[in-house]
């Protein structure tokens, strides 16, 4: 059955999952997970009946809105990114036109362990996750970025990824028409110091804390693909390590938790290709401004009426923030 | 106009306090991040209101510095402020300050600093920088 896009599509879940053979889908219920700012999560519980419970993940498009890359691409990434051994949740099932999820979406497996950035950086269960954090993630991302970039399905860069992401996240900023100088003066700038362009490789596009989820033995999967693109594996690095994404551990420039070059080490051991400082750098500066432009994008989603949220209007005053840092890069 | 006492920014430090003194303990877990931020919305738009207009006077001299129009003498501050930033975004766009793109990053880090004031007080301290 079709369900509605306002409404979480309990039907049609239980009518999937009992088409994958999941015992007691007939008992599975949906509760929202906040704080996903583009998608939404639902968290589905089934109730075994032997007391136990069995939990799954729907991810679908708010009404209304539409995702970056389409939930048909995400599903697909997700499989070929097991296939390649990152830890990524079980991609189960899709509804691509909607469908019995109400809007586009799937349903994955649930990965037990905490997402939540200042818990992932300050619990103190997770210590000793922490400290092996940055060499997962080293060779999580050599992983990804070894990805067969045809088998993706992600449209071509064209011959300079970076021109493809500075001409992507401008149009992103035209579509908001919010005057922004420092961000246009950030977009001349990466035009005119562009790196040597590297053969593209599939980039995660939002590989830092917040898309991990983490357990006592540190990087439990891989989250959110939605940004997911062809480019330079390099942008994938510097965005991992831009301030915003410390959470206010600013003296640990690997997320919050660790520093470069042991980042880098891990990355090169697992296949990865060397990254050098200027290429970083430059990177740094594009992670800087695009975190300001979805921040843009996000408070304007709140005052376009599209999505009515004080926690998207705030990011608003957020943009300076990565501003400043893009600018100290810069200058 | 004038208004009796407490004036907007006292008042919104008040609102500020509740939230974050009474009404975050007291809600569900999902719900207390959340009023964080609007705890600390309600002290971010206090901040602005305690600036007053020397901030946009500063912006729209530092604009008009780098090249930008600021609309007519006699329009409000805000919206020459707005016409001249505007008329800056279109001109870095269109090239026309390629030749100086440095000496630019500089001059706006003021114009930065200024929303950092508001938003985000200390951010651009050397002690703060990673």
């Given at each position: 059955?079709?369900?509605t896009?306002e409404?979480?599509?309990a039907?049609?879940?239980?009518?999937v999952l009992?088409?994958?053979?999941?015992a007691?889908?007939?008992?599975?219920?949906?509760t929202?997970?906040?704080?996903g700012?583009?998608r939404e999560?639902y968290?589905?519980?089934l109730?075994?009946?032997?007391?136990g419970s069995?939990r799954?993940v729907l991810?679908?498009?708010?009404?209304?809105?539409?995702s970056l890359?389409?939930?048909?691409?995400e599903f697909?990434?997700l499989?070929l990114?097991?296939?390649a051994?990152v830890?990524?949740?079980e991609?189960?099932?899709?509804?691509p036109?909607?469908?019995?999820?109400?809007?586009p979406?799937m349903?994955?497996?649930?990965?037990?362990?905490q997402?939540v950035?200042?818990?992932v950086?300050?619990r103190e269960?997770?210590?000793g996750a922490?400290?092996?954090?940055t060499a997962?993630?080293?060779?999580a991302?050599?992983?990804?970025?070894?990805?067969?970039?045809?088998?993706?399905?992600l449209?071509?860069?064209?011959?300079?990824?970076?021109?493809?992401?500075?001409e992507?996240?401008?149009?992103?900023l035209d579509?908001?028409?919010?005057?922004l100088p420092a961000?246009?003066?950030g977009?001349r700038?990466?035009?005119a110091?562009?790196p040597?362009p590297v053969?593209?490789?599939?980039?995660?596009?939002?590989?830092?804390?917040?898309?991990?989820?983490?357990?006592?033995?540190?990087?439990?999967?891989v989250?959110?693909?939605?940004?997911?693109?062809l480019?330079?594996?390099?942008?994938?690095?510097a965005?991992?390590c831009?301030?915003?994404?410390?959470?206010?551990?600013?003296?640990?420039?690997?997320?919050g938790?660790g520093?470069l070059?042991e980042?880098?080490?891990?990355?090169?051991?697992?296949?990865?290709?060397?990254a050098?400082q200027?290429r970083l750098?430059?990177?740094?500066?594009?992670?800087?401004?695009?975190?300001?432009?979805?921040?843009?994008?996000?408070?304007?989603?709140h005052?376009?009426?599209?999505?009515?949220?004080?926690?998207?209007a705030?990011?608003g005053?957020?943009i300076?923030?990565?501003?400043?840092d893009?600018?100290?890069l810069?200058? | 106009?004038t208004?009796?006492?407490p004036?907007a920014?006292?008042?919104?430090?008040?609102?500020?306090?509740f939230?974050?003194?009474?009404?975050?303990?007291?809600?569900p877990?999902?719900?207390?991040?959340?009023?964080?931020v609007?705890?600390?919305?309600c002290?971010v738009?206090?901040?602005e209101?305690r600036?007053?207009?020397?901030?946009?006077?500063?912006?729209l001299?530092?604009?008009?510095s780098?090249?930008a129009?600021?609309?007519?003498e006699?329009d409000?501050?805000?919206?020459?402020?707005?016409a001249?930033e505007a008329?800056?975004?279109?001109r870095l766009?269109?090239?026309?300050?390629?030749?100086?793109?440095?000496?630019?990053a500089?001059?706006l880090r003021?114009h930065?600093?200024r929303k950092?004031?508001v938003a985000?007080?200390?951010y651009d301290s050397?002690?703060?920088?990673?």
């Amino acid at each position: 059955m079709a369900a509605t896009a306002e409404e979480p599509p309990a039907a049609g879940v239980r009518e999937v999952l009992a088409e994958l053979g999941v015992a007691g889908a007939e008992t599975a219920a949906l509760t929202e997970i906040p704080g996903g700012a583009s998608r939404e999560t639902y968290a589905v519980e089934l109730n075994r009946g032997d007391g136990g419970s069995r939990r799954f993940v729907l991810r679908r498009d708010p009404p209304g809105a539409e995702s970056l890359v389409p939930q048909a691409g995400e599903f697909r990434l997700l499989r070929l990114a097991a296939e390649a051994g990152v830890p990524v949740p079980e991609a189960l099932h899709l509804e691509p036109a909607g469908g019995r999820f109400g809007t586009p979406g799937m349903l994955l497996s649930f990965v037990e362990g905490q997402s939540v950035a200042p818990r992932v950086l300050r619990r103190e269960e997770l210590a000793g996750a922490r400290a092996k954090l940055t060499a997962q993630w080293g060779e999580a991302l050599a992983r990804i970025h070894a990805i067969d970039p045809a088998a993706s399905g992600l449209p071509e860069p064209g011959p300079d990824p970076a021109l493809a992401q500075i001409e992507h996240w401008e149009a992103a900023l035209d579509a908001i028409g919010e005057p922004l100088p420092a961000i246009e003066l950030g977009l001349r700038w990466l035009r005119a110091n562009r790196p040597e362009p590297v053969p593209p490789a599939v980039v995660h596009g939002d590989f830092r804390l917040g898309n991990f989820i983490v357990d006592e033995r540190g990087l439990a999967a891989v989250i959110d693909w939605e940004l997911a693109h062809l480019g330079d594996p390099a942008e994938d690095l510097a965005w991992l390590c831009i301030r915003s994404w410390r959470f206010g551990e600013d003296s640990r420039e690997v997320g919050g938790v660790g520093d470069l070059e042991e980042l880098l080490a891990a990355y090169e051991s697992a296949g990865g290709p060397p990254a050098d400082q200027d290429r970083l750098r430059y990177w740094s500066v594009f992670g800087n401004l695009k975190w300001a432009v979805i921040c843009a994008r996000q408070a304007h989603d709140h005052t376009s009426g599209l999505r009515r949220s004080h926690e998207l209007a705030s990011l608003g005053r957020r943009i300076c923030e990565p501003e400043w840092d893009m600018l100290e890069l810069i200058a | 106009m004038t208004q009796d006492r407490p004036e907007a920014p006292e008042l919104l430090d008040a609102v500020a306090e509740f939230l974050f003194a009474q009404v975050r303990p007291a809600v569900p877990g999902e719900l207390r991040f959340r009023t964080l931020v609007a705890a600390n919305l309600c002290a971010v738009v206090a901040r602005e209101l305690r600036a007053g207009e020397r901030p946009l006077r500063e912006d729209l001299e530092l604009f008009v510095s780098l090249g930008a129009e600021g609309g007519a003498e006699d329009d409000p501050l805000a919206l020459r402020v707005r016409a001249a930033e505007a008329d800056l975004a279109v001109r870095l766009r269109s090239g026309e300050l390629d030749g100086r793109l440095v000496e630019t990053a500089v001059a706006l880090r003021a114009h930065v600093h200024r929303k950092l004031e508001v938003a985000r007080p200390g951010y651009d301290s050397p002690e703060a920088a990673g």
